[in-house]
């Protein structure tokens, strides 16, 4: 079946320094994928997405692109802030059988961005 | 545009209760997904519904079920509740049941079971 892989951390980084969290996927299909972030006591918020290869999302300062070849989709910021302190997952939405079947995540990243 | 709202927000219940969450998605929008998150299988896919049809089903047992009514709002119902049952149920909807939508999700309604 269909699966996400990525580091779960904690991560700890300095503020301003450079970020990367990894995730590869395993999908039958041909996938779209997702980068959701959750700050303490919330829900999911969507904070980037890519529908097919090469697909490049940002926002936020954030981007992933995606890459079939190494099926990787993996997260990156130029300088982080205390205020990106949150859980990151990694997730694909694929299409099976004629239907979608929901969203797999990953495991989720939990990032530390100290002053 | 209001988001999505989920009620009740906390509850605590009992092994062998049943419970009942309920969803809102955001104005115009027709699928509802509902998800289950916990510390030890982090998130997981229980159901979606479009247009009062339930689309796809996760890898639950069939205590856990739902339904979805014309205005798209969404009830998710637990019976014979466990102690390991206790969650955060995240609601999440989208215009469309299409692979490349954009699931917006609520806040989640988090239950104790004791």
């Known amino acids: 079946g269909d699966s996400v892989t990525q580091m779960e951390g904690p991560v700890t980084l300095s503020e301003e320094a450079f970020l990367t969290i990894n995730c590869t996927y395993t999908?039958?299909?041909?996938?779209?994928l997702f980068w959701y972030v959750q700050y303490p006591g919330e829900g999911l918020q969507l904070l980037l997405k890519a529908t097919k290869a090469d697909d490049k999302g940002s926002n936020k300062g954030f981007e992933a692109t995606y890459r079939k070849e190494t099926t990787s989709f993996h997260l990156e910021k130029g300088s982080v802030q205390v205020s990106d302190s949150a859980v990151y997952f990694c997730a694909l939405s694929d299409l099976k059988g004629g239907g979608a079947d929901g969203l797999t995540f990953g495991k989720g990243t939990h990032l530390i961005i100290q002053p | 545009k209001a988001g999505v709202t989920q009620t009740p927000r906390y509850l605590i219940k009992t092994r062998g209760q049943q419970v009942t969450l309920s969803c809102s998605p955001i104005?115009?929008?027709?699928?509802v997904s509902w998800y289950q998150q916990t510390p030890g299988q982090g998130l997981q896919f229980l159901f979606e519904?479009?247009?009062?049809?339930?689309?796809n089903k996760g890898n639950f047992p069939g205590r856990f079920s739902g339904r979805q009514f014309s205005n798209s709002r969404s009830e998710m119902n637990v019976s014979t509740l466990e102690l390991g049952d206790s969650a955060l149920y995240l609601c999440?909807?989208?215009?469309?049941?299409?692979?490349?939508?954009?699931?917006?999700f609520g806040p989640g309604t988090r239950l104790l079971v004791l």
């Open positions: 519904y479009f247009s009062e049809t339930q689309r």
């Open positions: 999908a039958t299909g041909y996938p779209s």
């Open positions: 999440a909807s989208s215009f469309r049941s299409f692979i490349t939508e954009t699931q917006y």
């Open positions: 104005s115009g929008h027709r699928s």
